[in-house]
């Protein structure tokens, strides 16, 4: 059986590597925040910024990549898949969420994304065939009733903010198509490779970003100061760059289920940053949800330790 049609066992290597990747990744919402709250920033040019400090790291990958000894050329086919994943991850989904952020909370932000893993459940299912194991359902089980748990305190639906609606709306396409990209990507980078499929997945979501930040952007909020740009850096390298291979590496490693389960640690890891660098309040159902989710994708990573030994 194809290896990318089978349940795959949990390596330690992979299951941390997704794990640190997915807590980098949680700081996104974080610096994003912190931004439009000390800066007039809008969510596109902060998003070109994001892309335009990633850039070098990515061209530098491809061409470290595409010149390795034994290098094989992609088909048609895999260049398809790889720029249409490339714009339905880091495109697309990056742009609802910034977009959502500005009209809803971080928390409430959070809790919406991360459905995606269900939704990645559903797609390779549905689409791919793929079995789940009663060990996957199990940590989906925690790790969902932990999310949960954890924002009861933050889910405030606002009213009298007349975009609340329609930045939850974002935030949920979003979950969406961040879905339909871990799900394709574990298919495709067992077969090209991970470093070159987030190099060239990247890359297209980049020309992405800057032909429509050449339509609709403002040049002039990109002279506003240091301070944006140090915001584009921390949002570059911390939340972009060095997670996306990480996440990728693991997709090769353990597949595109557990990377989700893991990935659910996202939220948590939110909370906690939000309390330090934020300054809000942590309550005791999101210090039980904490609990839960860790629980969660500690099951999945000792069951799966335990059945290769």
């Known amino acids: 059986m194809p290896e990318p049609d089978r349940i795959k066992k949990i390596s330690l290597a992979g299951f941390v590597i997704t794990f640190l990747g997915a807590v980098l990744f949680s700081t996104k919402a974080i610096i994003v925040k912190s931004a439009f709250a000390k800066t007039e920033v ?15 790291f990515y061209l530098l990958a491809a061409f470290l990549v595409s010149n390795k000894q034994g290098n094989v050329k992609l088909s048609a086919k895999q260049w398809l898949s790889i720029i249409l994943l490339g714009l339905f991850g880091y495109y697309l989904s990056s742009l609802f969420d910034f977009v959502g952020l500005q009209y809803i909370s971080a928390g409430l932000e959070r809790l919406i994304l991360f459905l995606y893993p269900t939704f990645v459940v559903f797609i390779n299912i549905g689409l791919f065939k793929q079995r789940i ?9 925690l790790t969902y009733a ?13 009213t009298h903010n007349p975009d609340f609606y329609w930045g939850s709306f974002l935030i949920f396409l979003c979950s969406i ?16 490779g991970g470093t070159k499929f987030t190099a060239y997945a990247m890359l297209a979501s980049t020309a992405g970003i800057f032909i429509h930040f050449m339509v609709q952007g403002s040049y002039t909020e990109l002279k ?3 301070g944006l740009w140090g915001y584009g850096i921390l949002l570059a390298i911390l939340a972009t760059v ?3 291979f990480m996440i990728s590496n693991g997709l090769k490693r353990i597949g595109s289920n557990n990377v989700a389960i893991i990935s659910s640690i996202g939220p948590v890891s939110t909370i906690v940053q939000a309390h330090f660098i934020l300054g809000e309040k942590i309550f005791i159902t999101q210090v039980i949800g904490t609990i839960l989710v860790i629980g969660g994708v500690l099951l999945i990573g000792w069951k799966s330790q335990t059945a290769e030994e």
């Open 42 to 56: 809008d969510a596109l040019t902060l998003l070109t910024l994001r892309m335009v400090f990633s850039l070098p």
């Open 133 to 141: 194991s009663p060990t996957q359902k199990l940590a989906l089980l």
């Open 146 to 158: 932990g999310i949960g748990l954890a924002y009861i305190g933050e889910l405030r639906v606002d």
């Open 177 to 192: 198509t961040y879905a339909v990209y871990i799900s394709g990507s574990g298919r495709i980078i067992p077969i090209v």
């Open 224 to 226: 506003t100061g240091a």
């Open 242 to 244: 060095i997670p996306s």
